[in-house]
């Protein structure tokens, strides 16, 4: 098969690759219909993270169940799944209590932009479409297996309510996705914090009531004076820098609640300042698992089309520019079709 492989920052390229195989009887090999480029993937192409030895890279994925170990009995082959970048068997304590990114067997999805992938965990990680979906709804479905799921859950760890306010830290994908998590969860004021104009469009055209162009200090006071002062009551922080942590707890009223799902990166949180903030922070992977059915439902329904998210879409043979496009801010998020 073929597939992406990273060398050095900079330096993603497309290869042949030994066709994945069953390996545990849990296991299930799929065809890939769609992948995608994460942000999280700049990280080491930025060079902000440690490569190593060159290896594959993608953990976003829908496709074709084409193979199932003899323990898999929830999938089968020629159904349509969606599944999480966090694999997990859905039956351990963790899973059970819904926190399936920090399942006992997990493993992290890691080769998935490629012709096939093979899904450990399957029974407990892949989620069966009635149907094969119409091909419009095909990028709905792929958001949802990362960063609608990942911004779904940093609107629930900020605890967003009905008649609510909210901030969003971020206008990627993820950030984005938080956006319409917001609404749908009720929030009666979305404020987005964002530079870029095609972003602020289609974060408008998601929910946001408010566009905050500033960022640091300036972001800070921007926010509280759009909020009289005070604060947000739920901030979605979805970047992972220092800069966006430090501007989402600034801008979280006393009381408030913030939900941080970007990887940080050189991030540190003054115990102090925390404690006399009364802010409540809460974040880490999300578990997507717990939402792929309810995500699915909203997509496949039409209530919800974040799908949007990806302005760019590439043969997966094109992956290379797909990271060069999101990395010069040319696209928001690059959709990969084998």
Known sequence: MRGAVIHAPGDVRFETLDDPKILKPTDA?????????CGSDLWPYRGAEPIGDPHPMGHEYVGIVEETGPEVTQVKPGQFVVGSFATSDNTCANCQKGWQSSCLNREFMSTCQADYVRIPNAPGTLVATDQIPDAGLVPGLLAVSDVMGTGWWAALAAEVKPGSTAVVVGDGAVGLCGVIAAKELGAERIIAMSRHAS?????V?????????????????????????????SVLECVGTAQSMRQALHVTRPGGNVGFVGVPHEVAV???????????????PAPVRRY????????????????????????????????????????IKALLKP
């Open 205 to 233: 055209e998601f929910g946001a009531t408010d566009i905050v162009a500033e960022r640091g200090e300036d972001g800070i006071a921007r926010i509280k004076e759009l909020t009289g002062g005070i604060g947000a009551d």
């Open 292 to 331: 792929l059915p309810e995500l699915i439902d909203l997509v496949l329904s039409g209530r919800i089309n974040p799908g949007k998210v990806f302005d760019l879409t590439l043969p997966l043979d094109q992956v290379a520019e797909g990271y060069k496009a999101m990395d010069e801010r040319r696209a």
């Open 29 to 37: 090999i799929i065809r890939t219909v769609a992948t995608c480029v």
């Open 270 to 284: 003054d115990g102090l300042e925390l404690f006399f903030s009364q802010v409540g922070l809460r974040g880490g």
């Open 199 to 203: 972003r602020q469009q289609l974060a």
